[in-house]
């Protein structure tokens, strides 16, 4: 048994029943699992890799605003703000889009636009592990086991929930893999369903059983970054609402792809840049409607569950957004038997993040000091199923 509490593994019927996941960073970074050969690897890249290779037109932009614009970094410095502080700094740039003086508006907007664009482009190049075997190049077997065990698990627990806070699309891919074996998973299906409903500005009908939430945006969602289009920071979906089989859809090409390889806008028919939209006061109108949406189907998501499971998310003090997220949802009392709601951190430091989280919310909360690959390995060692027949 790991260090902490106790497994809330599949022995236990608390996790098996109304359950909502909330998936920080570390989820993403270990999505894939072990590997004989060469280990554990990540299939996104840390944020501090993620801007170790930045480009130096992004950083000379961002010293030239930092001296000249009004509104002061999030940060003492621009190493501090792209690597610990990357959701405040790209807040703060859209502050400064809208500036009245167009040097600092225009700089602004180039600069959101070269870093959103670095960003995408790191992690869809990552991200492309998950479709190979042992990270060689012979066909698509996707092989991010922990990620393809959790959509299994929603797939057989259709009132499991799971809210992402990452941007990057293994966990769409591995409902979608599931997908293949059966016309319908219900939480992934809800997603597109809620997105396709919301930009066609069509109402969705009540969920009342799991979802699935990517709450800060998406790699397979976009935005123009064209001040004089008419669609300026208005997000939008490029996909329809159909099943994709995910060994034809070209996903290890759109992942190889360069950022220049983006769709262009209906309207003014520039390249635009994927949907990266971190807590912040500086949204669009556009951006803020689809923020509120996602924010309140996550809400309800956790209102409905009886346990919550926290994995791989710091819970850092200044995400105050998330915060508000769980203490809003708190207040309603789940539709089940359970007398109390259960709620675990899972984390290799899941001990300082759990004596944090029963901080902000006032609420006792369990944890489990664990990866989430040795979190999965006990699960499957419960269940006697070896990998990689996990799903």
Not at 2 to 20: E, I, Q, V
Not at 87 to 107: F, Q
Not at 132 to 160: D, K, M, V
Not at 287 to 307: I, K
Request: one cysteine or more; proline letters at 6%; aromatic letters at 8%.
């Amino acid at each position: 048994m790991l260090a902490g509490s106790r497994l809330p593994g599949s022995r236990d019927h608390r996790f098996t029943t109304d359950t909502c996941w909330l998936l920080g960073a570390g989820a993403s970074l270990d999505a894939i699992g072990p590997n004989e050969e060469i280990g554990v690897r990540r299939c996104v890249p840390l944020t501090v890799d993620l801007m170790r290779e930045i480009q130096p037109n992004i950083v000379k932009r961002l010293k030239r605003l930092h001296r000249r614009a009004n509104v002061p970094l999030p940060a003492t410095d621009i190493h501090e703000a792209l690597t610990y502080k990357l959701g405040p700094c790209i807040d703060w740039l859209k502050a400064l889009c809208n500036e009245r003086n167009p040097t600092i508006a225009n700089d602004a907007i180039l600069c959101l636009q070269d870093l959103v664009r670095h960003i995408a482009s790191e992690i869809k190049d990552d991200q492309v592990e998950a479709t190979l075997a042992h990270g060689g190049s012979q066909g698509f077997i996707f092989c991010a086991e922990n990620y393809l065990w959790l959509a299994s698990s929603c797939f057989h627990t259709p009132r499991w929930s799971v809210i992402t806070l990452n941007y990057d699309t293994v966990l769409d891919r591995a409902f979608e893999e599931i997908g293949l074996r059966d016309p319908r998973t219900s939480q992934y299906d809800s997603w597109r369903e809620l997105v396709e409903a919301h930009f066609a500005n069509k109402r969705m009908s009540p969920v009342k059983i799991g979802m699935y939430l990517k709450i800060h945006g998406s790699l397979d969602i976009y935005e123009c970054l064209n001040p004089q289009c008419k669609l300026f920071r208005s997000p939008f979906n490029t996909r329809g609402n159909e099943r994709v089989n995910v060994l034809k859809s070209g996903f290890f090409i759109e992942s190889l792809a360069s950022p220049d390889a983006a769709p262009h806008c209906t309207s003014c028919n520039r390249e635009t840049v994927e949907l990266i939209l971190p807590p912040g006061h500086n949204n669009s109108q556009e951006e803020t409607a689809f923020h509120d949406l996602v924010y309140g189907e996550a809400e309800q998501a956790l209102g409905r569950a009886d346990t919550w499971i926290v994995l791989g998310y710091s819970c850092p003090d200044y995400d105050v957004d998330v915060m508000n997220l769980m203490k809003g949802a708190l207040k309603q009392k789940p539709p089940t038997p359970q007398p109390d709601r259960s709620i675990w951190v899972v984390a290799p430091d899941a001990d300082s993040v759990a004596h944090r989280l029963t901080q902000h919310l006032q609420h006792y909360v369990g944890f489990v000091k664990s990866s989430f690959t040795e979190f999965v390995d006990q699960i499957l060692q419960i269940k006697g199923i070896e990998r990689p027949g996990l799903a």
